[in-house]
């Protein structure tokens, strides 16, 4: 396809890339969302807040299986598991599954901080041993990086993870691999790029895409409500700078929540955006409007693996300008959803793997 006068392509082939932050859910409703990350996605890594969390390696090899029963035939789809801390956590079960390669990492939840996240640490010191583990086995620890005091601002609940929390973690945890969570802060994006390679973070479409200002846009927006909330502008700006900048400390995680209709619209709605259906779409638009598109394939598809150790992936993907509504929802019945992006029109269009 030939590129017009401005030298903007048409067509990206892209590295496959891999998903490092996705909430696939279970029941009916990870039968109804999983094929949307396997049609883009080689590998994700799979949140472990059920309402019955993954708390042991038990859990985790028979939520893999329900997760591989629901992938769609010819996929070669692979789930990279992982073990939500708890107070109560035994660093041996945590050394157990990652060397058995079930648990490709462990998640913090600050206890309140989210969905399902009540059985989550209540104080980090508490999980000292199962860090020293994880420390000394190369285990990296996967961070929600928020604060859960109600005194402190829903705005500046990262920020004051940062301070309160992780400043001391890294220090006290000198090697541990770290990756901050779904950052969305100006703050946290200084606080990665500051830190040494063993911090890295992920970045989300919609904290790419959205400011605070989506939530009350012509009225109240359930479908932007998420955590950590979207941030200022200022803020949203820091993280477009941080992903297109080629640093590879920065890398790919959708943080796809899908809640469906009834959990959104209500009211007390659960936070999540479900972005998986159009994710590599909405990267590409991020990418696009800040002129580096040739940045896309390091964040989406090399700095991931690469922090993690794992290979790159072989497949590519394709990726073209063909502009396309979004609909406004997605699945049938009490399955319905809203996809990211839903109304509106996208540029660039996911045509899958490229054919050899
Ligand atoms: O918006 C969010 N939804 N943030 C989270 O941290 C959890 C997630 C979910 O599981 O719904
Ligand atoms: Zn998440």
Redesign the pocket.
Known sequence: MSNPPNSVPNRLILRQPDDWHV?VRDGAVLESVLAYTTRQFARAII?P?LAQPITTVALAAAYRERIQAAIPEGSAFKPLMTCYLTDEMAPDEVERGFASGLFAACKLYPAGA???SSHGVTDIAKIYPVLETMQRIGMPLLV?GEVTDTAIDIFDREAVFIDRILSKLIADFPALKLVFEHITTAEAVDFVTDSGQQIAATITPHHLDCNRNAMFQGGMRPDFY??PILKRETHRTALRKAATSGSAKFFLGT?S?P?TRDKKETACG????FNAPYALESYAKTFDEDGALDKLEAFASENGPKFYGLELNKARVVLERKPFSVPSLLGDGALQLAPFHAGNRLAWRFMGLEKP
């Open positions: 909430h949140m807040n989210t969905t399902n929600h998420c955590l943080d929540a809640h659960c936070a999540g955006i």
